[in-house]
């Protein structure tokens, strides 16, 4: 429960520095976003532990941190209803979830991202145009462009440089304005232990060594960058696939790593899906309980005993 918790803080603490930057680009509408989405996700989270006669602690206020990471996935232009629905079905079911199985087997933003995806890839992929204030009922059609990462999985080629990098590109998700803000989360979160390091680094290792040798016509640092930036690609992993409680450890987390490092190149590159690193958070779920479960009934090695 202590780890859980001490999770729970440090993912609130790094995601106010990622909604901060967002603010700054696309005005206050981010932050309206983003206390409705975490006022939804305690409110149904309450009516899930009163249905299951579950007593409320402190380490329940995690679901207020899902509606963040769902809000951060999304674009800033987002309608309401949507948004709302999306925090509702994600904490349904990763409720129930998490009633049969006695563990949360993966994120509830994951579930609500999905369940978008699918219902509204419209809204999922458009963008505003320029980088600046949305206005708060949001953005005509006029004014909004396609997420450059559905130009990535088609060409593999973007041009930026370290200010597109640090501060935002035009076309690019809230969770993924600057790499460089990102690694230094990414370092904390591992530092602290808040995110699995056997699942990050794998994953990591095979996205940048597969974009390193198909890096097209960029430049190696451009090929690197926008490889962990588009598809929302290192956010997912940090807040989605290496959160302690729903990754696997040790070896089994290598594993699971470099399963799902693969499956993110071959969903981005070969078979073009938009922000298949989420998706693949729903997808990957029963791989990531088998080896958690598989971890737990591994044989301990006894101790040796003392001799005189």
């Not at 999770?7 to 509408?29: E, K, W």
């Not at 563990?103 to 509204?120: D, K, R, V």
């Not at 998700?173 to 794998?202: D, E, K």
């Not at 930036?229 to 450890?249: D, E, G, R």
Request: aromatic share 6%.
């Amino acid at each position: 429960m202590q780890q859980n918790k001490r999770v729970t803080q440090d993912q609130a603490m790094t995601l106010a520095t990622l909604v901060c930057l967002a603010a700054f680009q696309y005005g206050m509408r981010v932050l309206l976003l983003c206390v409705i989405a975490a006022a939804v996700s305690m409110t149904v989270n309450l009516i899930v532990l009163y249905v299951r006669r579950i007593l409320f602690r402190l380490k329940d206020l995690d679901a207020a941190v899902t509606g963040i990471v769902l809000t951060m996935m999304l674009p800033p232009t987002i309608g309401l209803v949507p948004l709302i629905a999306g925090c509702v079905i994600g904490s349904v079911i990763g409720g129930i979830l998490t009633g049969l199985l006695k563990e949360a087997p993966l994120s509830p933003a994951a579930i609500g991202y999905a369940f978008l995806w699918a219902w509204h890839p419209d809204q999922i992929r458009m963008l505003p145009d320029t980088l600046g204030s949305v206005p708060l009922g949001g953005l005509s059609s006029a004014n909004m462009m396609e997420d450059i990462s559905l130009r990535w999985n088609a060409y593999g080629l973007l041009r930026g440089n370290w200010l597109d990098w640090c501060l935002g590109d035009v076309g690019s998700p809230m969770s993924s304005l600057s790499l460089l803000l990102l690694v230094v989360i990414g370092v904390v979160l591992l530092c602290r232990r808040s995110a699995s390091a056997s699942v990050t680094v794998s994953m990591l290792t095979v996205i940048l060594a597969c974009s390193a040798l198909i890096r097209m016509r960029n430049t190696l640092p451009n090929a690197l960058a926008y490889s962990m930036l588009t598809n929302q690609t290192l956010f997912a992993i940090l807040y989605c696939h290496s959160v302690p409680c729903y990754a696997p450890k040790g070896i089994y987390g290598i594993a699971y790593g470099v399963l799902a490092g693969t499956l993110v190149m071959l969903c981005t590159r070969v078979y073009p899906i938009l922000h298949a690193p989420i998706l693949l958070v729903v997808l990957l779920s029963p791989v990531a309980w088998l080896l958690r479960y598989a971890e737990r009934r591994r044989p301990q090695p006894e101790p040796e005993m003392e001799t005189a």
